[in-house]
């Protein structure tokens, strides 16, 4: 926090008096590097709504092959992440890029680039580079209102000391307006002082077009998943389909399965990471325990349908959301979570959607994995589960999270008129 606290003690609250009316904007969107979830937000947006858009990238990750360490493996996503909308790439002269440190994202450039293109507004996702911070005091002096958007939450962890509480409300007093989540989302910026008046419910989403559940080609791959696996169609499928690193605990899960009655069932793991190697070693002599290697974008649609259910274990606070959940879901699949994954209390409820178990239990994934393999053998108990898995997700779209944005932009004051 000591590059923080410098900046905040020079800053002081910054407050916007609201407007009802929504009105054409320039929209200036910073974000660290493009991703499959946002990308695709971005071009949905610039294709359906009147907004002068255009996203500042700090970072090429993802369109250009780098290593990424949680995987354990080089990285380039194989859909097309910048077609669709307005962009430009920021130089990033941190001597060693990335989101993995404060100065991992350094942009010297960024303040002069954002002045040549002129936003009435700026979104920000996130505060915890040299460059965000260095967007919150350009915005600060230039009067430019701005929009944050972060997922963070306080599930499993304790309230923030003195000093960070205060630093954190410091912060977020400079934005007119905040885009929450979800409900532990929503729960953590009350908790830090936002009043209720600046959150505005913009949930996170996928692109549910990629998630669909009825194209053939999703099936068909899906099906011969199936066969090079030795699965028989009858055969209940548990997934996990992630990265293989401690904090989503696999060998929890892996742990809880060889420890559950699972005659006709099977569970198959999806990706890379250091936890495999263990994983591997544990599960040796258990036919019924697969391994597939990392899968990119265009192939994670059919590893979902390979699956009867979901498993998202993640016990800390790094799940700050779980987005897996929201393309599982999107294919019919139900999701077994913690209840520390954040997108818990909106997705997931317990026995209706998928299951729930308690996070500070560590003899609960067992039993709650027995009852959801218990369920999923019904079969008319699993379609109604499946209906409301597909009833449940078919809110958590980008015209939803649009329209969340949409409702903080009506918030502000017109363009260019006073704070």
Known sequence: MGHAQAVFRTMSPVSFHASPVPRPRRLAIVLSHPTQYYSPWFAWIAAHVPLDLRVFYLWDFGVTAQRDPQFGTT??????????????????????PGTHRFSGLVNPALPERLAVWQPDVILLFG??????????????????????????????????????????RVLYRQFAAITSVGRANRDYFLRLGVPPSRLHFAPHSVDATRFDPGRLDHVEAAARLRHHLGLAPEIRVVLFAGKLVAAKQPRALLTAYLATPRSGTALVFVGEGDEKAALQAQAAGAPDVHFLPFANQSEMPSRYLLADLFVLPSRGHYETWGLAVNEAMHLGVPALVSDRVGCQRDLVSHGETGW???????????????????????????ERIRRSVL????????????????????????????P
Request: net charge positive.
């Open 75 to 96: 990285v380039t996503w194989d859909v097309d992440l910048l077609s669709g909308y307005p962009h430009e790439f920021v130089p990033n002269r941190s001597s060693d």
């Open 391 to 418: 009833a449940r997700i078919a809110g958590y779209t980008y015209a939803r999270t649009t329209a969340g944005l949409l409702d903080a932009l009506a918030s502000l004051p017109p363009p260019h008129s006073p």
């Open 356 to 382: 729930v178990f308690a996070a500070t239990d560590p003899t609960a994934l067992a039993p709650c994995l027995a009852a959801a393999l218990a369920d999923l053998a019904l079969t008319e108990r699993r």
């Open 127 to 168: 505060y915890n580079y040299a460059s965000h911070l260095r967007t919150v005091w350009w915005a600060r002096t230039r009067c430019v209102p701005l929009i944050f958007r972060g997922d963070s939450h306080f599930l499993g962890r304790a309230t923030p000391g003195r000093l960070k509480r205060l630093l954190l």
